[in-house]
């Protein structure tokens, strides 16, 4: 189960429907304090009971003016037939649209066909919508889409349900029945119960309890009130996922070796508890419990141990997490997110877009509140790189230095939004604490006269005048018209400060067919994979230099309607070569993993 939308009408901030649609992965909610951020979140509770409608001298006229209508909130969920019967059991219902004609009615017969579309595209979308107190739901599948079910019989519209059978768990086929039912029997109570379980919102708030009782079933509850007893399962009966989810902790915060829950002596509670050296060192007499901790460690602690235990999808919405993070510990959390729990959908709110140097959200939704009323705007995937460039042209720096390890200055723009991405695909261990910046007056490295190592020092200066700016890794620069022996003494009269790419610049390692072929069509250009490999091999003859190449590949397979922009399409191909051919750029990653440090990977290597 994800979530694919929460929308909301006439309630507190929100006046005009606003809709903010979800993806899988990680979804960013940005915007000012009191913009709307944690309103929208409220739809993770499913469309519970709400009304309170929007108040501002936009829908108030004038003097005592009284609210018409009342709130609305529609959540949306995307699940599956499987799905279903898995969260229901194995007699379960999906509402139908009201039967129309002669292939859709109540027989045996009719029944075993609508099941059998369903087998053959099993995708459900849940609508989940209250208006005042009045709370529906509907369903559309393949078969099309069912009228609102309502929990007020009063109101409530027939129901066509075909209900699904199973004898047992190990029954495939089910006997499914078209039937005739009142709204009351399919409330969205049942809906709520049904997939509530499977959504988490964490918050400085929302405080993991420090003890808890034996419950018997080692599923964390939507609270963390349970968190001890299910870090003593996990420690009992999984020791080496313990020893993950501990090893994980300690990545994020270093001063927290380890962490337990212990029986409390002469009661049914355990009591979390974690200890500033490795278990080997007994010295559980240090131990520090986590009601002494702050709200952040019992938070990651809970969001860790969902990750690494939840065998299906998870809904994981964090509010505001740097009110209850450091700017690098977060950056380690969402690493880890990345890595060890790519199947979960992910939702944060933050009041700026520092998060977008540790991972890439498949959405942004920017929330702008006027002064009496917010509205949303959502920015997708592949225009998060442009978002990138303008955020960096308004100068969000310090959000990006702060917390983190160390810098990398590059050449230009393009360098500076294209190598995070490159680091964090090949060089993840390190990668959430570099951040990248462009240097300026790259020319001032080859004037007479100026010690290019002094040049260099200037930089190497700025990250260590302030606690804030971290130290640097290097300066990457394009080799360009510069001989091998003359990047050498560069780099040598720099004492390494200055590095360069082996190519002639970024764009060279970017010639790679079916990634301009696929940015091109991107762009409603429909050219073929032999059209541009034959026009990439009339350019390499006609220009030097990778960025001059793409420009004459640009214009002569779109007749002059599109030129190759660097900050807007370099990003595009590095994206599609990561994501599908990842090898193209090898040669690169390992360049960058031995400036960072690291052992360069062979091609056989992830």
């Not at 302030?466 to 780099?491: F, G, H, Q, T, Y």
């Amino acid at each position: 189960m994800y979530l694919k939308s929460i929308e909301i009408e006439n309630y507190k901030c929100f006046w005009r429907s606003q809709k903010a649609v979800l993806e899988h992965g990680f979804n960013l909610f940005i915007g000012v304090n009191n913009s709307g951020k944690t309103t929208m979140l409220e739809g993770l509770e499913l469309t519970s009971n709400v009304n309170q409608p929007h108040r501002s001298h936009k829908n108030l006229l004038t003097f005592g003016a009284q609210s018409d209508g009342d709130s609305r909130f529609t959540t949306t969920l995307s699940t599956d037939v499987n799905e279903l019967r898995r969260v229901c059991g194995n007699d379960f219902y999906i509402p139908m649209p009201v039967p129309q004609g002669e292939s859709f009615h109540s027989s045996i017969e009719g029944s075993q066909d609508l099941f059998l579309r369903l087998l053959a595209d099993q995708r459900v979308t849940i609508g989940l919508e209250s208006v005042g107190q009045i709370q529906s739901c509907s369903y559309e599948t393949v078969v099309g889409k069912s009228p609102n079910s309502t929990r007020n019989t009063n109101g409530g519209h027939p129901v066509f349900a075909l209900r699904l059978l199973y004898k047992d768990w190990s029954s495939s086929m089910p006997e499914p029945n078209l039937q005739n039912f009142s709204g009351l029997s399919l409330q969205i109570g049942t809906v709520r119960e049904a997939f509530l379980p499977y959504i988490y919102r964490f918050s400085a708030q929302r405080r993991p309890s420090g003890e808890s009782q034996n419950q018997g079933v080692a599923i964390l509850d939507r609270d963390a009130t349970n968190l001890p007893f299910c870090i003593n399962h996990l420690q009992t009966n999984d020791a080496d996922g313990h020893r993950i989810l501990c090893k994980l902790v300690n990545r994020i915060f270093p001063s927290v070796k380890w962490v337990q829950a212990p029986p409390v002596p002469n009661t049914n509670f355990f009591r979390l508890q974690c200890l500033p050296v490795a278990p080997e060192g007994r010295r559980s007499d240090l131990a520090i419990q986590m009601s002494s901790m702050g709200s952040g460690i019992g938070n990651v602690i809970a969001m860790l141990y969902v990750v690494l235990t939840s065998r299906y999808p998870q809904v994981i919405a964090i509010d505001e997490p740097n009110s209850f993070l450091h700017p690098r510990a977060l950056r380690e959390l969402l690493q880890i997110f990345a890595t060890e729990g790519a199947q979960h959908q992910y939702i944060l709110t933050g009041h700026s877009a520092d998060v977008l140097t540790a991972v890439n959200p498949n959405l942004i939704t920017l929330f702008e509140f006027d002064g009496a009323c917010t509205t949303i705007k959502q920015v997708n995937s592949k225009d998060i790189a442009l978002l990138r460039s303008g955020l960096s042209d308004l100068g969000i720096r310090m959000t990006d230095l702060h917390g983190r390890d160390r810098v990398l200055w590059v050449e230009g723009q393009t360098e500076e939004i294209v190598l995070p991405d490159l680091l964090r695909h090949f060089c993840p261990e390190l990668a959430a604490g570099i951040a990248v910046l462009r240097v300026e007056h790259t020319g001032a490295f080859e004037k007479r006269g100026i010690d290019p190592k002094e040049v260099a020092n200037i930089y190497k200066r700025l990250t260590e005048s302030s606690a804030l700016v971290p130290p640097m890794v290097a300066i990457l620069l394009d080799s360009e018209l510069r001989s091998s022996a003359a990047c050498a003494k560069l780099e040598a009269d720099s004492n390494g400060a200055l590095r360069f790419l082996k190519l002639t610049m970024l764009e060279n390692y970017l010639l790679v067919p079916d990634a301009i072929t696929a940015v091109l069509n991107d762009l409603k250009e429909l050219v073929s994979l032999e059209q541009v490999t034959a026009a990439l091999e009339i350019a390499k003859k006609n220009s030097e230099g990778g960025a001059n190449i793409l420009k004459q590949v640009f214009s002569s397979l779109s007749d002059a309607r599109h030129e190759f922009k660097k900050t807007r399409d370099a990003p595009r191909i590095v994206s599609w070569i990561l994501l599908n051919s990842p090898h193209e750029l090898l040669e690169l990653g390992n360049f960058l993993r031995e400036i960072v440090g690291l052992n360069i990977k062979s091609s056989n290597e992830k």
